[in-house]
């Protein structure tokens, strides 16, 4: 067990609603990262936190959105749901410090469905 | 378009036999680094890489970066059936950091 969680694990929802996706970071750590998983893809970066703003973004529209609070835990929101949202959200939390990349550990996801 | 490359897709051997996944990244990057992901699982590291040409191992296990920052292996001696999983390179680049498209490894006992 890495020490990350996330809520929920699975989410059922419809076009056009909004979620919220939340993650524990690790003891220690102040860096979080969250990815979306397509199935049979690779984890493709959303966007990344760090001491509370966001540190770097992928290739996904505005209406993805996040937050870290001062617990170093993280929102991932999403807005005006389509059907190509439907995957599984990863949260991943490290360490960071001067620049550094360290290892970096995931939950176990939340399975989001969009009908 | 695609930032970092994995070769093969799938590979599927019998246990026993060796494998290697590769992985190339359109630009250098400062280090690399792999993680497996089990069927249903997520992610879990494996290791960092950091220095051109590095070499290290894990049991069975043999990482390699390359001496230019833009490509790196990963070699199984003797797979066992516990090392059925999706196994991803990935990096940064910039503020971002990108995963590989994975190679999916399932072995026959």
């Known amino acids: 067990e890495t020490g990350v969680t996330q809520s929920p694990t699975h989410l059922i929802k419809t076009r056009g609603q909004q979620v919220t996706l939340r993650c524990s970071s690790q003891?220690?750590?102040?860096?979080v990262s969250w990815y979306q998983q397509a199935l049979g893809q690779g984890p493709q970066f959303i966007f990344q936190?760090?001491?509370?703003?966001?540190?770097g973004r992928g290739n996904f529209p505005p209406r993805f959105s996040g937050l870290q609070f001062p617990n170093y835990s993280s929102e991932l929101n999403v807005n005006a749901l389509e059907l190509d949202d439907s995957a599984l959200y990863l949260c991943?939390?490290?360490?960071?410090?001067?620049?550094?990349?360290?290892?970096?550990?995931f939950g176990p996801g939340t399975r989001l469905t969009v009908l | 378009g695609q930032q970092v490359m994995q070769i093969p897709q799938y590979q599927h051997v019998q246990e026993g036999e060796d494998f290697t996944t590769y992985c190339n990244s359109s630009?250098?990057?400062?280090?690399i680094q792999w993680y497996k992901q089990r069927p249903g699982g997520h992610p879990v590291f494996l290791i960092q890489?950091?220095?051109?040409?590095e070499v290290k191992k894990q049991k069975r296990l043999t990482f390699q970066f390359g001496e230019a920052k833009k490509n790196s292996s990963l070699h199984i001696t003797a797979t066992q059936t516990t090392d059925v999983g999706t196994y991803f390179c990935a990096g940064p680049m910039g503020y971002k950091f990108y995963f590989g498209s994975g190679t999916k490894l399932n072995v026959k006992p």
């Open positions: 991943a939390s490290s360490f960071k410090l001067s620049g550094e990349v360290h290892e970096q550990f």
């Open positions: 630009t250098t990057l400062s280090n």
């Open positions: 936190y760090y001491r509370e703003e966001e540190n």
């Open positions: 003891s220690g750590h102040n860096t």
């Open positions: 890489l950091v220095k051109s040409g």
